[in-house]
């Protein structure tokens, strides 16, 4: 989807719908607006239900006032405007109530960014304005401030998160990646001390992806290839909407035949990816023109060695990279589905899958096709793409329960004469 094509009131309409769907901001809560070439603000009304905006609700203000629209712009819209003042590189400003930054906001902190690589990179440091009156200068005044130090997001004391960016999408981005991440760091708290990356961990992280494959020019795409893209993104974009993906964090991959295989692009939108996005892998080569996931010579390197595998899936759920950034144990025989899906859990260290690739490939197995590698990601493999997004759904569903169960009373897992009856009712061994 071509954001930049799509007129400011659309983009506004789009993205709060987005946020309030993902319940990350509630009927009469958060406003957005865009700072266009004309020196136009667009900007949400107040008031008005966030559920049902269209674009005849947004409201344009102009450089010298003049509001047109049929409604009030957000009481919000002073802050909004003391970020364009303090910010002349800001064209959108996106302010929200999510459930998990808010929490963070009561309690006069900002959520750890560097438990897994993403968030820090994405969203940079983080800011922090005391408390003022919503709709006073004075807010405005405060949020401004800490964006004029170059923060691109600031946790607003009891209140929410405001994010800017020079386009409406990369503020979202920035703003769902921080929720993600505090909820990451909520949920972690439940098991222990949280594992915190190093700069030197992040710089590592940061070498992934940095040698692109050579192109090559596809000459026609056969009826095979139309379909799986088509799965590809059916799929894609169910695992945005179950919350195993986020915007731009999320990896599927399909094998056509020996030489080629389908990947997500990088930096792409997963929530509304097309099929003609997807990127085919030849021999190696990438098709002109496109921007592969930065884990494909991993994707690659299974596929050459594993005939077997013919999907991978890379994501971070956020109860299963719980267990990953606290190192606490997962252990999938707690109902015989984990235990047949998931098998033997591998655990591997964070940054295996750049500095040895070749040692986490050789862990793949069908007795271990799922690999949490901590700090950084969930691997799952499987013979087709739904077999493997299943993996990654179980995967989820199975730390989820654990977490859960963990505050009723003490988990009792399947046991070993159960497995080995499991083994052999299902052609496990």
Avoid at 15 to 20: G, K, P
Avoid at 235 to 257: C, E, K, P, V
Wanted: some cysteine; overall charge negative.
């Amino acid at each position: 989807m071509k954001f930049s094509y799509m007129h400011p009131a659309e983009q506004i309409v789009l993205l709060i719908n987005r946020i309030y769907t993902k319940q990350m901001t509630t009927t009469s809560g958060g406003n957005l607006s865009i700072l266009d070439d004309e020196g136009d603000i667009w900007i949400t009304p107040s008031g008005i239900d966030k559920g049902t905006l269209t674009t005849a609700d947004i409201c344009q203000i102009k450089p010298d006032g003049t509001v047109i629209g049929k409604h009030r712009p957000s009481v919000e819209t002073p802050f909004h405007k003391c970020v364009y003042k303090a910010r002349p590189d800001v064209k959108a400003v996106l302010h929200a109530h999510p459930h998990s930054l808010v929490s963070f906001s009561l309690v006069g902190q900002v959520p750890n960014t560097k438990i897994i690589p993403s968030p820090h990179l994405v969203c940079g440091e983080i800011g922090f304005a005391d408390y003022d009156l919503p709709g006073s200068e004075q807010l405005g005044q405060k949020i401004s401030d800490q964006f004029a130090k170059g923060h691109n997001v600031v946790v607003m004391e009891n209140h929410g998160v405001v994010t800017c960016a020079d386009n409406l999408f990369d503020a979202f981005k920035i703003f769902e990646t921080l929720e993600r991440c505090a909820e990451l760091n909520i949920i972690a708290k439940q098991l222990g001390e949280a594992t915190v990356l190093n700069d030197e961990d992040i710089e590592l992280n940061m070498e992934k992806g940095k040698i692109l494959p050579e192109e090559f020019l596809p000459i026609d795409i056969t009826s095979q290839e139309k379909k799986a893209r088509k799965e590809m993104c059916a799929l894609i974009h169910r695992a945005y909407d179950q919350n195993l993906f986020t915007s731009t964090m999320g990896t599927f991959s399909q094998r056509l035949d020996q030489n080629n295989f389908l990947i997500t692009p990088y930096g792409i939108d997963r929530k509304y990816l097309e099929p003609e996005e997807i990127v085919l892998i030849h021999n190696g080569l990438r098709e002109k023109g496109k921007h592969p996931s930065r884990s494909v010579d991993l994707h690659k390197l299974i596929y050459d060695q594993h005939p077997e595998v013919n999907a991978i899936v890379i994501a971070h759920p956020t109860h299963m990279m719980a267990f990953g950034i606290t190192k606490t144990p997962l252990d999938p025989r707690t109902i015989p589905e984990s235990y047949i899906m998931i098998r033997d859990l591998v655990r591997v260290p964070y940054g295996l899958s750049i500095l040895n690739p070749q040692a986490l490939t050789d862990m793949i197995s069908p007795s271990t096709p799922v690999i949490l590698a901590e700090n950084d990601f969930v691997l799952t493999v499987g013979s087709t793409l739904i077999n493997a997004f299943d993996r990654l759904e179980v995967a989820e569903f199975t730390a989820t329960t654990i977490l859960n169960a963990s505050k009723i009373g003490s988990i009792d897992p399947i046991s070993q004469d159960r497995i080995d009856e499991i083994d052999i009712a299902f052609n496990l061994k």
